[in-house]
């Protein structure tokens, strides 16, 4: 039940309720990437508690692809006695080509008359517009951008609306917001079965060979009274497809050859990592191809972001037979 309603994704760009708490000086809080498969590499084992502590140990990681993206807007928001509410948005001059086949964009702006406008008002947070670059990744079929959302954090409201102001309309890469070592929360939409039935979304036990007409249904759907349905009766709907958030996920590394760790014949069903790339530790949502969102952990306090050692990272194919 903690994962009700278990309905489809509206949208498979990830959305963001909360972002972490400031830090001292201004940045971009996420970043978007590609998912291009898993492989397994030789690391030493950074973690101080585990039982392995210290001692070389295969890890599986994700490959994600993170070709840079374009700061499209500068949105400005209020606070009000109903939450915040869109002061103003303020669009960069330039976009790009395909961002058009997106969303409608803005013919004309007075944007001297709305950065004046947020010189008189308070301002309470702080965000970009950003599109990302699919027509940069071979591996992913759509080349229309995708548009998001994300925090500018850290400094006071002042120094935050002026570093966004000097990123309108320009490139960011994943440099700029996240390091090695660093640990982020990672949020997808996992991968799509469809309508699937209560013993394959709940694992129901099979009714006995003397029921009637079928073993697959459910054996009662709630008491009379309340007289409906209740959501915790386990019952047909939507499998996968579901906005999920992955807490705690390491960075591994980060690099700018792709090469370095794509496998022999290309990702399965992805190809080839052409641009910048970051490794994370364990599994992610999602399958290849599906876009994914970075951004600082929310629930990280240990404090460990050293880059860990590593040893080897495994270019064997993934294509079936003998890997290396």
Same mark, same amino acid.
């Given at each position: ?69 374009? %700061?499209?807007? *500068? @949105?400005?928001?209020?606070? /009000?006695?109903? #939450?915040?509410? &869109? ?6 001059? !330039? ?27 308070? %301002?309470?947070? *702080? @965000?970009?517009?950003?599109? /990302?670059?699919? #027509?940069?990744? &071979? ?6 951008? !995708? ?42 939409? &996992? ?134």
């Amino acid at each position: 039940m903690g994962f009700y309603p278990r309905k489809r994704a509206r949208s498979v760009v990830p959305h963001t309720k909360s972002w972490a708490a400031d830090g001292s000086e201004p940045k971009l809080q996420g970043f978007a990437g590609y998912k291009a498969g898993m492989t397994h590499a030789v690391v030493t084992d950074y973690r101080p508690h585990s039982t392995t502590s210290g001692q070389e140990v295969v890890m599986p990681v994700t490959v994600v692809e993170t070709p840079p993206m374009t %700061v499209c807007a *500068v @949105r400005l928001y209020e606070k /009000t006695p109903y #939450g915040k509410r &869109t002061l103003t948005e303020v669009w960069a001059s !330039e976009l790009p080509k395909k961002l058009a086949g997106r969303i409608p964009l803005p013919k004309k702006q007075d944007a001297e008359a709305k950065w004046k406008l947020v010189e008189d008002a308070d %301002v309470s947070d *702080v @965000r970009v517009l950003a599109c /990302t670059a699919p #027509g940069a990744v &071979t591996g992913v079929d759509s080349k229309t951008p !995708e548009v998001m959302e994300i925090r500018v954090g850290g400094g006071d409201v002042a120094a935050r609306v002026e570093f966004a102001k000097g990123l309108l309309g320009k490139e960011t890469t994943i440099n700029d917001t996240h390091h090695a070592g660093q640990m982020v929360d990672v949020q997808g939409v &996992t991968k799509g079965y469809g309508f699937e039935s209560r013993v394959v979304r709940f694992g129901t036990k099979l009714l006995t060979h003397k029921n009637s007409k079928h073993r697959r249904m459910i054996g009662t759907q709630g008491a009379w009274h309340p007289s409906f349905v209740q959501s915790t009766v386990p019952n047909d709907g939507q499998r996968g497809m579901h906005h999920r958030t992955e807490y705690n996920k390491r960075i591994i590394k980060m690099g700018e050859e792709g090469s370095e760790v794509t496998p022999k014949g290309g990702f399965l069903h992805y190809g080839e990592v052409r641009n910048p790339y970051i490794l994370l530790h364990g599994s992610i949502p999602g399958p290849a191809k599906r876009l994914v969102k970075l951004r600082d952990a929310v629930r990280y306090t240990r404090g460990i972001d050293a880059e860990p050692s590593i040893e080897f990272i495994s270019t064997g194919s993934k294509q079936g037979g003998r890997t290396q």
